[in-house]
């Protein structure tokens, strides 16, 4: 939208044959105010001048700098400014105006003196998408007007043009022919204002003139604004490697040469569709399936100077003490450097026992992203790694009475998210346990065993889960359900009936704990019975959706590992057909929700032939 003209600059207008009146001519005086346009002086062919405090200047003249089309009609005393796809009417006299057909009021309306018509900079400038500044000795017009350079651009060595464009400053790249080198399935609704892009990996929207952008109803800030010229958008090299984690390099030939990285996974996504399912009932039945410990290191999410004002902090912690010789342990994490700086985020143990202990099968996963596709950089990539059980595996490490030691480190960039699941088992030597996991960060090359043990307070707007709890497999049994009865959904991970992973149910303290309804770090375990009794082969289908957010993950069926992509909330949902060829099926089914995602999510169960 067009904000209201303010301030204390005025834009002239054209020509017309006749004089002000004397009274008119009493409060209009000429002054010499500098124009900038661009960094360069707009020579007009009529002085400005000024009206009740107000600077005016020749309209035709801040147009066309600015590479509009104006018309003037001396019947209707209208001004007429087209620029690409806005059409801009101003009359003579008139304190409104219309832009594609959209009318806005003036602070003062067009005026004709000395047979030249003069309009309000502000407006017509702001119309045009630009920015004026009044510096008390001048006014300033600038907006981004791209020209043609000389350097090829190349996405992941594939040519996707031969020039790029520059606004003086910065190099900008055609986004479509760089969206269809990236992904052959992308495509693309645009707007007036704006450009909606379907890929294989997610949805990104992009305004013209804003740094704000959405990836998977998310928004994310890029360092500049992408421009519209004519049909085309373009955005700076500076924005590809904020939004898509590009690589880049320049040859002596100023050529740009980007590196995308695609995520790729060894398990099928499933089909999506726009069908809704029915409303789901609750699951009443799960209950932990195993004793290991489970740490969450999720809140403070976002790590800022605020949240972690000394540069390091213990993100979370797990203290374990008792007579015990073994214990396993799980530890999830998932942060978002916003510190200014590179930072490591760290796994460690701090044995506090007078005996020896060691870690032993150390097996996990970890993952950044430079960008915003969280949910395919990073929680499906986590989530198809947990249930294939494709883990890196990391050495057993030995840990002296009274030290500590770094499980695994991860290298975290300024804007980067990373998330990590690692699982591991602390054997106790001899004597009494008493060790804690600690998850931290640091901002410096600081020894990771002198960052403080005290929790980093808790961001209470942003509530994400943080503690520790017992168990990382959570089981529960769903109704038979027998072919060609009418469909069934159910809701896990609702929060309510299955939610164990409570604030009563932790085993860290309750002031530094937030609750895990979203079961993230554990794997959700159904089993569903089918009945067929109709003497035939048929197929039932099984129906993913969210019911309460965008939602992502991966699902074991049978043993075999599927993907299902993010959906929007209730109107989108992925499927996969089942065949059942007996008089009685059982399927096993193990999820895991993508870190990012929301909760809780729809089965439907249905008979589709």
Not at 109 to 123: D, H, L, Q, S
Not at 550 to 570: E, F, H, M, S, T
């Amino acid at each position: 939208m067009f904000k209201k003209i303010i301030g204390y600059v005025l834009v002239t207008l054209i020509s017309f044959s006749t004089m002000a009146t004397s009274t008119e001519a009493t409060s209009i005086r000429p002054v010499h105010v500098p124009i900038i346009s661009n960094g360069k002086a707009l020579q007009t062919d009529a002085s400005p001048i000024m009206v009740n405090n107000r600077i005016l200047v020749p309209f035709r003249a801040i147009a066309q700098t600015m590479g509009a089309n104006v018309f003037w009609n001396a019947n209707t005393k209208q001004v007429t400014v087209q620029k690409n796809k806005k059409v801009i009417f101003l009359t003579v006299q008139s304190s409104t105006a219309t832009i594609n057909e959209q009318t806005v009021t003036l602070d003062a309306p067009p005026i004709i003196y000395k047979g030249r018509t003069f309009v309000p900079i502000r407006f017509v400038a702001e119309a045009l998408d630009a920015h004026v500044q009044w510096t008390g000795k001048d006014v300033r017009i600038s907006w981004a007007t791209l020209q043609t350079s000389k350097g090829a651009v190349y996405v992941n060595q594939t040519k996707i043009t031969n020039n790029t464009m520059t606004d003086g400053l910065y190099t900008y790249i055609p986004l479509k022919n760089l969206l269809t080198a990236i992904d052959v399935n992308a495509d693309w609704i645009e707007t007036d204002e704006s450009l909606t892009v379907r890929l294989s990996r997610g949805q990104l929207t992009i305004f013209a003139g804003k740094k704000q952008f959405i990836v998977d109803d998310q928004e994310v800030v890029a360092p500049l604004a992408p421009i519209r010229l004519n049909d085309e958008w373009y955005v700076s090299a500076s924005w590809i490697m904020t939004v898509f984690g590009a690589q880049m390099t320049r040859n002596g030939n100023n050529d740009l040469f980007f590196s995308i990285p695609r995520t790729t996974f060894r398990s099928p996504l499933l089909p999506v569709n726009e069908t809704a399912m029915i409303v789901p009932q609750h699951v009443t039945t799960p209950k932990m399936a195993d004793d290991r410990r489970l740490l969450i290191s999720d809140n403070p999410e976002v790590l800022t100077s605020a949240s972690v004002p000394n540069g390091q902090a213990t993100l979370a912690l797990d203290h374990v003490q008792g007579l015990l010789q073994t214990m396993e342990h799980r530890v999830f994490g998932w942060h978002v450097n916003n510190l200014g700086t590179h930072a490591t985020v760290a796994i460690m143990i701090d044995n506090r026992s007078s005996s020896d202990m060691v870690v032993t099968n150390i097996r996990g996963t970890y993952r950044t992203s430079p960008n915003s596709w969280g949910h395919y950089d990073v929680g499906l990539p986590l989530a198809e790694a947990v249930l294939r059980q494709s883990f890196a595996t990391v050495p057993t490490i030995k840990v002296k009475a009274g030290a500590s030691a770094v499980i695994q480190a991860f290298d975290v960039s300024n804007n980067q998210l990373l998330g990590f699941l690692y699982d591991f088992t602390v054997q106790q030597e001899s004597g009494t346990a008493d060790y804690r996991i600690r998850t931290v960060v640091t901002n410096s090359s600081a020894n990771f065993s002198t960052i403080s043990p005290t929790l980093a307070p808790l961001d209470s707007y942003a509530t994400h889960p943080r503690g520790v709890w017992k168990g990382t497999t959570l089981e529960a049994s769903l109704p038979t359900y027998t072919i060609d009865s009418e469909p069934v959904a159910y809701s896990i991970s609702n929060g309510k009936t299955d939610h164990l992973l409570s604030v009563s149910n932790a085993l860290s303290n309750p002031n530094e704990t937030v609750h895990n309804p979203g079961h993230y770090g554990l794997t959700y375990r159904l089993s569903l019975h089918i009945q067929n009794e109709t003497g035939e082969t048929k197929t039932i289908r099984l129906r993913f959706s969210g019911r309460g957010g965008a939602y992502c993950g991966g699902i074991k069926i049978n043993g075999v590992v599927y993907l299902i992509p993010p959906l929007q909330p209730i109107t989108q949902s992925a499927y996969i057909d089942y065949t059942v060829f007996s008089s009685q099926d059982v399927l096993s089914l193990e999820l895991m929700h993508a870190g990012g995602a929301a909760l809780p999510l729809g089965i439907e169960v249905s008979t589709v032939r």
